[in-house]
């Protein structure tokens, strides 16, 4: 994607900010609470990357929203629409064919988030998530903002490393280099690589790479989107070539990277206590078998027992659909929160034209 394609922020959303009334006001009679009892929110957020950082004490940015399939989609068509993943937007529709939801079908978008435990500063990447967190400095009597993407990581075998490191070289039309294992890989694949892969469009870098001090990691783009939101890579993070196009200008030099590994997420909004959780890693997998002490361990750092309702928590945990739900006691279930759930075109305006492009 060239960088100079109009952001999503662009003309059209006036358009968007019409569609989105008239299917709210469709949508207002409703059994079930509004969103805007629950969230407090006087609108839904519109379908971005970008967000106001909320205040110290709440951790939730976004709202979970609805799409409709149409005939030609696949998960995958719409995941990127929406900027999120491809596991992201499987695991938020169980049951669903991802090749073939089918005209009309029901899409849940998993647009809303709970930021990563830690500082808010620099770029912070969830590996369990799958998603990218950038804090960047506000410019002057400007709202800090918070950028976010998802991101496909290091397969197992190949983990992405969790730590701290910072960015030490911005390069525009990367060459790969190819390490010396990558290429023993595919030889003994039948898929030979040469030393060197240059600038075009048989990189897998992308056109924008961003290397970590962490030895031989880079943030880069992609020539396979499909693979924003797996973990597909030999370690290194890649992003929709039109998302790196539009943070790469933004991150400077000498940036904090934090990658942490955090399956377990709560937050708190207008006084509910949120839990989203995501399938853990392989490899976690293997660690904790069933056990749910690390969620409980994260619920309990952050609210009483008795502000917990544990039963909620734990089908939370178990179903892992990467969807922040209130488990407050009496708080809305995860039917009531999908009922309730703003409705967003199928199309909208701010999506790639064509969605194999990059």
Same mark, same amino acid.
């Given at each position: $994607?060239?960088?100079?394609?109009?952001?999503?922020?662009?003309?059209?959303? *006036?358009?968007?900010?019409?569609? *989105?009334?008239?299917?709210?006001? *469709?949508?207002?009679?409703? +059994?079930?609470?509004?969103?805007?009892?629950?969230?407090?929110?006087?609108?839904?957020?519109?379908?971005?990357?970008?967000?106001?950082?909320?205040?110290?004490?709440?951790?939730?940015?976004?709202?979970? @929203?609805?799409?409709?399939?149409?005939?030609?989609?696949?998960?995958?068509?719409?995941?990127?629409?929406?900027?999120?993943?491809?596991?992201?937007?499987?695991?938020?529709?169980?049951?669903?064919? /991802?090749? &073939?939801?089918?005209?009309?079908?029901?899409?849940?978008?998993?647009?809303?988030?709970?930021?990563?435990?830690?500082?808010?500063?620099?770029?912070?990447?969830?590996? !369990? !998530? $799958?998603?990218?967190?950038?804090?960047? &400095?506000? %410019?002057?009597?400007?709202?800090?903002?918070?950028?976010?993407?998802?991101?496909?990581?290091?397969?197992?075998?190949?983990?992405?490393? @969790?730590?701290?490191?910072?960015?030490?070289?911005?390069?525009? @039309?990367? +060459?790969?280099?190819?390490?010396?294992?990558?290429?023993?890989?595919?030889?003994?694949?039948?898929?030979? #690589? /040469?030393?060197?892969?240059?600038?075009?469009?048989?990189?897998?870098?992308?056109?924008?790479? $961003?290397?970590?001090?962490?030895?031989?990691?880079?943030?880069?783009?992609?020539?396979?989107?499909?693979?924003?939101? #797996?973990?597909?890579?030999?370690?290194?993070?890649?992003?929709?070539?039109?998302?790196?196009?539009? *943070?790469?200008?933004?991150?400077?030099?000498?940036?904090?990277?934090?990658?942490?590994?955090?399956?377990?997420?709560?937050?708190?909004?207008?006084?509910?206590?949120?839990?989203?959780?995501?399938?853990?890693?392989?490899?976690?997998?293997?660690?904790?078998?069933?056990?749910?002490?690390? $969620?409980?361990?994260? #619920?309990? %750092?952050?609210?009483?027992?008795?502000?917990?309702?544990?039963?909620?928590?734990? +089908?939370?945990?178990?179903?892992?659909?990467?969807?922040?739900?209130?488990?407050?006691?009496?708080?809305?279930?995860?039917?009531?929160?999908?009922?309730?759930?703003?409705?967003?075109?199928?199309?909208?305006?701010?999506?790639?034209?064509?969605?194999?492009?990059?």
């Amino acid at each position: $994607m060239n960088p100079s394609t109009p952001s999503r922020n662009g003309f059209p959303w *006036l358009a968007w900010s019409a569609v *989105l009334c008239a299917s709210i006001c *469709l949508s207002a009679c409703s +059994t079930f609470p509004d969103w805007r009892t629950w969230t407090g929110l006087a609108e839904p957020p519109t379908p971005s990357d970008r967000f106001l950082l909320p205040p110290e004490g709440t951790d939730i940015v976004g709202l979970v @929203q609805i799409t409709t399939a149409r005939h030609e989609d696949t998960l995958s068509d719409i995941a990127r629409r929406y900027d999120l993943g491809y596991e992201e937007i499987v695991v938020a529709n169980p049951g669903m064919d /991802p090749w &073939l939801p089918g005209e009309g079908a029901r899409v849940v978008l998993p647009t809303q988030f709970v930021l990563p435990d830690g500082p808010r500063e620099g770029l912070v990447l969830n590996l !369990a !998530a $799958m998603r990218l967190f950038y804090y960047p &400095l506000p %410019a002057a009597d400007e709202p800090q903002r918070v950028i976010t993407h998802p991101i496909g990581i290091g397969r197992e075998g190949w983990r992405t490393p @969790q730590g701290t490191s910072r960015i030490t070289e911005k390069i525009v @039309q990367p +060459t790969w280099t190819v390490p010396v294992s990558v290429r023993r890989e595919h030889a003994e694949k039948g898929d030979p #690589l /040469p030393p060197v892969v240059p600038p075009g469009p048989d990189n897998p870098l992308g056109e924008f790479a $961003m290397r970590l001090s962490l030895p031989s990691y880079l943030i880069h783009g992609t020539n396979q989107p499909y693979g924003v939101g #797996l973990r597909v890579s030999h370690g290194c993070v890649r992003l929709y070539p039109e998302d790196i196009a539009r *943070l790469f200008p933004e991150v400077p030099e000498g940036t904090r990277v934090t990658i942490v590994n955090q399956p377990y997420m709560a937050g708190w909004r207008n006084g509910q206590l949120y839990l989203e959780a995501h399938p853990p890693l392989a490899e976690d997998t293997k660690r904790w078998g069933n056990s749910l002490k690390p $969620m409980e361990k994260v #619920l309990a %750092a952050k609210a009483g027992p008795n502000a917990i309702d544990w039963d909620k928590a734990r +089908t939370v945990a178990q179903e892992a659909r990467g969807i922040p739900i209130p488990v407050s006691p009496d708080s809305p279930n995860l039917a009531e929160v999908l009922t309730s759930a703003p409705k967003v075109p199928s199309n909208p305006p701010w999506a790639l034209a064509d969605d194999g492009e990059g």
